[in-house]
């Protein structure tokens, strides 16, 4: 007899750019990116159980982060009860790794965990694809977080082309613990003063050809310019690190506040870990991930 099965474990993984440019204001208010996403090691845990209970139920730990309807993981779980008609109770639990509010997708990785976990729980069949379109809805990047691995994404960063992975590519995070809104800092962006970088062909090429230096030499996030005039503490961060043995390059993250620098190796980015550790609120290791969501 078949074992029933009334929970599943999802990690939930972190993304960070390795470009970003945006390249035109839209109608809608938002904006439309050129972007390189790269998903990384780092990852929340997310757990779904089938409960007696009515409705979808979200624990977290993490101060910062809503346990009801404004939480993304909630609702993608609504996302897909209100499609299909009632599946039944949904118990969401958040082991939160990831920085909140730090352009890492932490919320968006935990929408598509959950996408990816409750189809296969309740056995929905939606196909990768369908379920990136309900991601769209939930925001920019879930599509990315369960595409995984790296992408080129153009729109608001929701039209996703698969581009070659980096391979257990070191790298070091550091966040100054300054939650930054996405939604200001594009208000903040002079749009009229920009023209366009197209480094990202350059970044594509290398990717191709693994040449770790390569990218760190090419690293570019336009929304660097309105965070950095803000919180000049950010960029002083993200000069420090670059200058540091080992670092191929160092670049803040989507809209901040995290700088990652891409390192040589494993070695120089633990000595860096610890050079930095006690001065910022957050600061690991990590490596370049082939995938956005597993099951474990
Ligand atoms: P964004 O670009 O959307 O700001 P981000 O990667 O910078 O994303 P997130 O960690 O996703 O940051 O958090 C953004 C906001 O979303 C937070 O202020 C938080 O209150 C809210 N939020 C909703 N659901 C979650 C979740 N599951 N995990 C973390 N934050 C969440």
């Known amino acids: 007899m078949d074992k029933i099965v009334r929970e599943i474990r999802v990690r939930?993984?972190?993304?960070?750019?390795?470009?970003l440019d945006v390249v035109g204001k839209r109608e809608d208010g938002y904006h439309d990116l050129e972007t390189i996403l790269h998903s990384i090691e780092l990852h929340d845990d997310v757990?779904?159980?089938?409960?007696a209970t009515k409705g979808i139920t979200v624990r977290c730990e993490h101060p910062a982060v809503p346990r009801d309807s404004r939480n993304l993981a909630y609702r993608a779980a609504h996302l897909l009860s209100d499609t299909v008609g009632n599946i039944g109770g949904i118990r969401i639990d958040i082991h939160k790794r990831i920085p909140v509010a730090a352009g890492l997708a932490g919320g968006s990785a935990n929408a598509a965990a959950v996408l990816h976990g409750v189809n296969e729980l309740f056995g929905l069949g939606f196909t990768q694809e369908t379920l990136m379109q309900f991601g769209a809805q939930l925001g920019a990047d879930v599509p990315f977080c369960l595409h995984g691995g790296a992408a080129l994404g153009l729109g608001i960063g929701d039209r996703l082309t698969r581009?070659?992975?980096?391979?257990?590519?070191p790298l070091l995070l550091l966040n100054p613990g300054i939650e930054i809104?996405?939604?200001?800092?594009?208000?903040?962006?002079?749009?009229?003063?920009?023209?366009?970088e197209k480094r990202s062909i350059i970044i594509k090429t290398c990717l191709g050809k693994s040449d770790v230096v390569g990218i760190g030499k090419n690293l570019y996030n336009r929304l660097e310019v309105p965070v950095f005039s803000q919180y000049p503490e950010i960029a002083a961060l993200k000069t420090e690190l670059s200058t540091q043995t080992g670092v191929c390059g160092a670049?803040?993250?989507g809209s901040g506040a995290t700088v990652f620098a891409v390192m040589?190796?494993?070695?120089?980015?633990?000595?860096?870990?610890?050079h930095f550790k006690n001065r910022v609120s957050f600061c690991t290791t990590?490596?370049?991930s082939p995938v956005g969501v597993s099951v474990y």
């Open 47 to 51: 757990i779904i159980r089938k409960q």
């Open 264 to 274: 040589h190796n494993g070695d120089t980015a633990c000595r860096n870990e610890s």
């Open 251 to 253: 670049l803040m993250s």
């Open 181 to 196: 809104s996405t939604a200001t800092v594009f208000k903040k962006l002079n749009f009229s003063l920009t023209t366009r």
């Open 286 to 288: 990590t490596v370049t």
């Open 163 to 169: 581009v070659p992975v980096l391979s257990d590519v």
């Open 12 to 19: 939930a993984h972190a993304k960070i750019n390795l470009y």
